[in-house]
């Protein structure tokens, strides 16, 4: 079978992060979805797909998309949503202003702003979680630092563990993490997602970001995300109660890194705007 106009890109939140993204998954029978995404071997392949046979990728403003990781498919991914965004806006050249997205999170909604484009996604909260039910997780993860909170998002099963404010940016960044130890030392069976995250210091010299992040999912085959807008759905909850902000710039701490620009909304959404980088164009034949 050969499938014209599959485009595949890397787009960024400001630096680079992994995704590909094929625009013509009508065609494609269910499991080779799954195929496709564990060659590619990226964290997110996005499918997006006509949600009805006349639709047309250069004029309509409403599309399927699902997400799968080299392991899975996923309820959510950002990055890979703005991946296929940038396909639309900037390859199939979709004059819509909003491109609305039908996915297992619900309508999410992305839109053109200068250099970059906007995501409209859920607000997810966090609970406090009991320290001694992942203890060992945690230990995995941070060794022996100091770990001032540990929260837990139930909606996206990703637990959130700050460390302590006495920590510099380059002390999270520098942290070695062997995330496939995580799938031993979870003991819950809820964890499917480990965010480290660490307040930042606005007036610093690091870009006034008002926290740090990295991000871990080996449950679905990613050891660590380069950026990842579904995390930042959870931090951006976190760090609003913390800071008292609606506007914040936060940075993930990923060996490429990203910067992300973050607006609460009074609706129980948020917008998370990144730039991105169309580096790969192709087709695939199967």
């Given at each position: 079978?050969?499938?014209?106009?599959?485009?595949?890109?890397?787009?960024?939140?400001?630096?680079?992060?992994?995704?590909?993204?094929?625009?013509?998954?009508n065609?494609?029978?269910?499991?080779?979805?799954?195929?496709?995404?564990?060659?590619?071997?990226?964290?997110?392949?996005?499918?997006?797909?006509?949600?009805?046979?006349?639709?047309?990728?250069?004029?309509?403003?409403?599309?399927?998309?699902?997400?799968?990781?080299?392991?899975?498919?996923?309820?959510?991914?950002?990055?890979?949503?703005?991946a296929?965004?940038?396909v639309?806006?900037?390859?199939?050249?979709?004059?819509?202003?909003v491109?609305?997205?039908?996915?297992?999170?619900?309508?999410?909604?992305?839109?053109?702003?200068?250099?970059?484009?906007?995501?409209?996604l859920?607000?997810?909260?966090?609970?406090?979680?009991?320290?001694?039910?992942?203890?060992?997780?945690?230990?995995?993860?941070?060794?022996?630092?100091?770990?001032q909170?540990?929260?837990?998002?139930?909606?996206?099963?990703?637990?959130?563990?700050?460390?302590?404010?006495?920590?510099?940016?380059?002390?999270?960044?520098?942290?070695?993490?062997?995330?496939?130890?995580?799938?031993?030392?979870?003991?819950?069976?809820?964890?499917?997602?480990?965010?480290?995250?660490?307040?930042?210091?606005?007036?610093?010299?690091?870009?006034?970001?008002?926290?740090?992040?990295?991000?871990?999912?080996?449950?679905?085959?990613?050891?660590?995300d380069?950026?990842?807008?579904?995390?930042?759905?959870?931090?951006?909850?976190?760090?609003?109660?913390?800071?008292?902000?609606?506007?914040?710039?936060?940075?993930?701490?990923?060996?490429?890194?990203g910067?992300?620009?973050?607006?609460?909304?009074?609706?129980?959404?948020?917008?998370?705007?990144?730039?991105?980088?169309?580096?790969?164009?192709?087709?695939?034949?199967?």
């Open positions: 079978m050969f499938l014209p106009s599959v485009q595949f890109l890397i787009p960024t939140f400001t630096d680079l992060a992994h995704c590909s993204c094929c625009s013509r998954s065609d494609l029978d269910e499991d080779l979805h799954q195929r496709i995404a564990t060659e590619m071997n990226l964290s997110e392949t996005a499918f997006i797909k006509k949600l009805h046979p006349t639709d047309d990728f250069t004029k309509s403003s409403r599309f399927g998309l699902r997400w799968f990781t080299p392991a899975n498919e996923v309820p959510l991914c950002g990055h890979a949503t703005l296929s965004a940038a639309l806006f900037h390859i199939k050249k979709n004059p819509n202003s491109l609305t997205f039908v996915t297992l999170s619900g309508e999410l909604k992305t839109r053109q702003e200068k250099d970059r484009i906007v995501l409209d859920p607000l997810y909260s966090t609970y406090p979680q009991e320290l001694q039910e992942v203890e060992e997780l945690i230990k995995a993860a941070t060794g022996d630092m100091i770990v909170d540990v929260r837990y998002s139930p909606d996206t099963k990703n637990l959130l563990v700050r460390l302590s404010d006495a920590y510099e940016r380059s002390v999270l960044e520098e942290l070695q993490v062997g995330a496939q130890r995580f799938l031993s030392a979870e003991k819950t069976g809820k964890v499917k997602g480990l965010i480290l995250t660490l307040k930042g210091k606005p007036n610093g010299k690091d870009k006034g970001h008002d926290f740090y992040s990295r991000y871990f999912a080996p449950w679905y085959g990613v050891l660590e380069p950026v990842t807008g579904s995390a930042h759905a959870v931090l951006s909850s976190y760090w609003s109660e913390q800071l008292g902000k609606k506007e914040m710039l936060a940075f993930q701490c990923s060996r490429r890194g910067e992300l620009k973050i607006s609460l909304r009074d609706n129980g959404r948020v917008e998370i705007a990144g730039q991105f980088a169309i580096v790969l164009k192709g087709n695939l034949t199967l």
